[in-house]
């Protein structure tokens, strides 16, 4: 990530994400008592005193465990030690010291990086006066703040955007132009390996473990001449499988991470095929104007006869009518078939939500096409259709200026909009037709 990192670390339970949302001014951290349950590094932009900083809130550290994710969690927690240009670490008032706080400090005692420590849960004048112990663990950047409230979070704030240039903040806002592409579709379908086969690190915890990825994570992808964010979210699951709250807070995460998608890739397992629930995220994405790419993964599972990709498009397709203008990537992660292509579709569908097309070359192409096939006709009146424009809206929207706005059938709105797909390129892209009184 471009721009200046600061990472939040400290053991489980300590305030990280209620920290982490409160410099985001957003619910973006998943809070809750369970232990372990930020897993993942999470990203956010945090703005004060006019900069702008990226935030990393990682999983609790607990350094000898044999519980698989907190040593999962430790990696992270390193990683995000390694990226960050400054940490902040966090302590609960409420506890004093513990051997967990001491084994953290002993890790970024090493670092040469500016350490900020963030004594938490500090509500009252008798919780500063036993807050004092924390100088023991030997920082100099001490800081007494409770997160809940937001008391003491400013001095840290101005401490750590004193670190940051002009030019550093500006690239976290020139960042946020880019590109975004989310991940979507259903638990266990590869969505996380996708995401570190084409980045080529171990980004997010990969385990068989269903619901392993509970929050966004996103990254800043830069190769090959291609520069995007990807958006890697939690499993998207069926609302009868959503028993814990967490799943249920991953599920509205997934359609956030929705809405600050720009293109959607649409993971289906091959073997299963698509889905009621994938249809759903299907019709969501396109109902909200995203751009789609489906890839069907483990496709080096299904046994081949000769038109096997074809006929199983085929049939996909008559289950996404009417919106059948998607491409269909057959891929597998494991065996790293055919993911660079996904790139360039998804930056290619990404091109096609962004289209404008001129008002003269729309009327020119458009109308010649309405002459060659009118509109029926209602109640004995010719319907008419004289000006076509492209509105300014993100999904690519068209108004058709008519005498009939009201009579106008939805087979004949079909045909319109085929003609726009054949005649100028919107594939993987919802495109929005209106009728106007003129």
Known sequence: MSGFTVAIVGRPNVGKSTFFN??????????DDASGVTRDRQYGVSDW?????????????????????????KKQVLIAV???????????????????????????????KPVFLAVNKVDNHELLLEATEFYGLGFENIYFISAMTGAGTGEI?????????EESSNEVRELEGLPKIAIMGQPNVGKSSLLNALVGQERTIVSDIAGTTRDTIHTHYNLFQKEFI???????????????????????????AMDEADVCLLMLDAGKGITAQDLNIFSMAAKKGKGIVILINKWDLVGKETNTARDYEKKLK????????????????????????????????????????????????????IESYQPPVVRGAAIR??????????????????????????SYR?????QLRSKFNFTGVPVRIFFRKK
């Open 22 to 31: 409160r410099l985001l001014e957003k619910r973006k951290a998943i809070v």
């Open 49 to 73: 005193n006019g900069k702008s900083f990226n935030l990393i809130d990682t999983g609790g550290f607990v350094p000898q465990s044999d519980d698989v994710f907190e040593r999962e969690i």
């Open 82 to 112: 390694e990226e960050a240009h400054a940490l902040i670490f966090i302590v609960d008032a409420t506890t004093g010291i513990t051997d967990l706080d001491m084994a953290m400090a002993d890790v970024l005692r090493r670092t040469s």
């Open 157 to 165: 704030l101005d401490a750590i955007t004193a670190l940051i240039s």
């Open 230 to 256: 990807l958006i890697d979210t939690a499993g998207i699951r069926r609302k009868t499988k959503v028993h814990e709250d967490l799943e249920f807070y991953s599920v509205i995460r997934a359609i956030k």
């Open 318 to 369: 008559q289950k996404l009518a009417p919106f059948t203008d998607v491409p269909i990537l057959f891929i597998s992660v494991t065996e790293k078939t055919r993911i660079f292509k996904v790139i360039e579709t998804a930056l290619e569908v990404y091109e096609n939500r962004q289209r404008k097309i001129p008002t003269s070359q729309l009327n020119e192409v458009l109308l010649k096409a």
């Open 385 to 410: 259709i004289k000006y076509i424009t492209q509105l300014a809206t993100q999904t690519p929207s068209f108004a058709f200026f008519t005498n009939h706005p009201d009579d106008i059938k939805e």
């Open 414 to 418: 079909n045909y319109l909009e085929n």
